[in-house]
């Protein structure tokens, strides 16, 4: 059962006016600001939209199914990436990452994906270019990606542990292939209940791949060859890969 019409009532009232002493080091808090039905090409959704009364940015939530008051939710965390997410660019794999999230959520019982809107790793969109425009005058992918700028992590989860508050969720299952990230979010007071794996299938992955022994050795290359940036939080892993693969491809 998604969320009701009366618990949707709730959680806008309870929102209205919602202020707390925030999240993290930059004390991050978001309301839930609109909820509506999302049906989508991977299944059914509600859509809940926040709003980060610190900032202004808006972030949005991807609800499947009943996951107010309950544990061990499917949790993905998904920056935003307007070339990879809306155009579909092959600079990167976003596109990829967000469609099998969505469509591993929409076949499960619940789930969550939340969409945080922090372009380019929080540098913004004009940076990311920037960052891309470096790439192809000649700049290495350590050089692009000093200059497109380190994520910061605890932002991001900062984020996400109060989007995930203001939903009630008791517990996450937190889908990701970087154990690591696990303990960023509970240090800020996230039950995780466990990991899943987000498996991409391999066909789809392998268009990002010239070949298979790239891949294996660590190397993401785009179309044109070109390493590619990381832009999000953490890797998928391909269907198949060994647990050694897995890890390479994780920063
Ligand atoms: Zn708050
Ligand atoms: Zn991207």
Redesign the pocket.
Known sequence: MPLTHLQIKELLDENRF???N?VGKDKI??RIAAIAELPSRFGKFQVVAFWNNRDGKEHAAFVHGDVTGFSDVPVRLHSECLTGDAIGSLRCDCRDQLETALSTIGKMENGILLYLRQEGRGIGFLNKIRAYGLQDHGLDTVEANLALGFRDDERDYSVAA?MLHSLKVKSVRLMTNNPKKIGGLESIGVKVSGRIPLIMPPNQYNRFYLETKMEKSGHLLDTLGMERLAEQIDRPVREGMSPEQAEVIQD
């Open positions: 919602h202020d707390c925030g808090c978001v109060h």
